[in-house]
């Protein structure tokens, strides 16, 4: 533990957990915890949200729409070292960017595309596995100007990791209640119209309504992306893509990827 902390920063990390602990929405129980945690560790923002094993991330917004983590759960969460990590092994783990740096971070697209343009100049990221198919993660970040994290940081940010867990955990069970939820009422949900039969859900006018994945594929969608080269940058067939961007039309009540790209400010929030 640091020995600088004092008595009012542990106690409104304290304050922060127990609040989160109990929060009643994914962007409560962010809000209240990473309010906590910038304090804690000194940091510009932190992170935190869900690795899903069938490749995709959900990072949760705190205090309001973040574009940033819009990019990077649509695309950019691929090339990320820390996501690398998570995909080649099932351990839990906690560690300075510069333990996977090889020297030539600068270098990668990763720093090209995401990294720079935000601005963001250091992280310390901790990964906990929840299930077979699931990860929590947390990220305190540095932006440039800012004094790289050092080996006291990183110690402080693993004698938090149970609290970091028991919220990323609560996290966990928040946002799968939401998806269960939204898929029941989507399923209870008919178009009305006279006469019809139609057994389809309504489309909902929220990307939250869709799946992970259709998310993750409207995402794409959004930034310009065709059904081959969503294809290819998700490791799937183009047949599986297509089928999935129809679901999203459907879901959301559009006929085109124009129509998705002109309501992607509506969509998003």
């Not at 989160?20 to 915890?33: D, G, H, L, M, V």
């Not at 940058?233 to 129809?246: D, E, P, Q």
């Given at each position: 533990?640091?020995?600088?902390?004092?008595?009012?920063q542990?106690?409104?990390?304290?304050?922060?957990?127990?609040?989160?602990?109990?929060?009643?929405?994914?962007?409560?129980?962010?809000?209240?915890?990473?309010?906590?945690?910038?304090?804690?560790?000194?940091?510009?923002?932190?992170?935190?949200g869900?690795?899903?094993?069938?490749?995709?991330?959900?990072?949760?917004?705190?205090?309001?729409?973040?574009?940033?983590?819009?990019?990077?759960?649509?695309?950019?969460?691929?090339?990320?070292?820390?996501?690398?990590?998570?995909?080649?092994?099932?351990?839990?783990?906690?560690?300075?960017?510069?333990?996977?740096?090889?020297?030539?971070?600068?270098?990668?697209a990763?720093?090209?595309?995401?990294?720079?343009?935000?601005?963001?100049?250091?992280?310390?990221?901790?990964?906990?596995n929840?299930?077979?198919?699931?990860?929590?993660?947390?990220?305190?970040?540095?932006?440039?100007?800012?004094?790289?994290?050092?080996?006291?940081?990183v110690?402080?940010?693993?004698?938090?990791?149970?609290?970091?867990?028991?919220?990323?955990?609560?996290?966990?069970?928040?946002?799968?209640?939401?998806?269960?939820?939204?898929?029941?009422?989507?399923?209870?949900?008919?178009?009305?119209?006279p006469?019809?039969?139609c057994?389809?859900?309504?489309?909902?006018?929220?990307?939250?309504r869709?799946?992970?994945?259709?998310?993750?594929?409207?995402?794409?969608?959004?930034?310009?992306?065709?059904?081959?080269?969503?294809?290819?940058?998700?490791?799937?067939?183009?047949g599986?893509?297509?089928?999935?961007?129809?679901?999203?039309?459907?879901?959301?009540?559009?006929?085109?990827?124009?129509?998705?790209?002109?309501?992607?400010?509506?969509?998003?929030?």
């Amino acid at each position: 533990m640091r020995p600088d902390l004092s008595l009012d920063q542990l106690g409104r990390w304290s304050h922060g957990v127990a609040a989160a602990a109990t929060a009643a929405s994914p962007q409560e129980i962010s809000a209240n915890f990473t309010t906590a945690a910038r304090e804690l560790l000194a940091s510009d923002r932190v992170y935190i949200g869900l690795y899903l094993r069938d490749f995709s991330s959900v990072t949760i917004d705190d205090h309001g729409p973040d574009r940033w983590n819009r990019d990077y759960d649509a695309r950019i969460y691929r090339q990320d070292p820390f996501f690398r990590m998570f995909a080649s092994t099932r351990r839990d783990f906690l560690l300075p960017l510069a333990a996977l740096d090889a020297g030539d971070f600068r270098r990668t697209a990763y720093y090209r595309d995401f990294y720079e343009p935000s601005e963001s100049f250091d992280e310390i990221t901790g990964v906990f596995n929840l299930d077979n198919a699931t990860a929590g993660y947390v990220t305190f970040l540095r932006r440039q100007g800012a004094p790289a994290f050092d080996p006291a940081d990183v110690a402080l940010a693993e004698a938090a990791s149970g609290a970091t867990r028991l919220v990323l955990e609560r996290l966990w069970r928040q946002w799968r209640a939401e998806e269960r939820s939204g898929e029941r009422g989507r399923i209870q949900e008919h178009c009305g119209k006279p006469g019809c039969h139609c057994d389809d859900p309504l489309p909902s006018p929220r990307l939250s309504r869709l799946s992970a994945r259709e998310r993750q594929i409207a995402g794409l969608l959004i930034n310009g992306g065709c059904a081959k080269s969503i294809s290819r940058s998700l490791s799937i067939s183009s047949g599986t893509v297509r089928n999935h961007i129809k679901k999203v039309y459907r879901k959301l009540g559009i006929h085109s990827q124009v129509e998705l790209m002109a309501a992607a400010r509506d969509l998003l929030m």
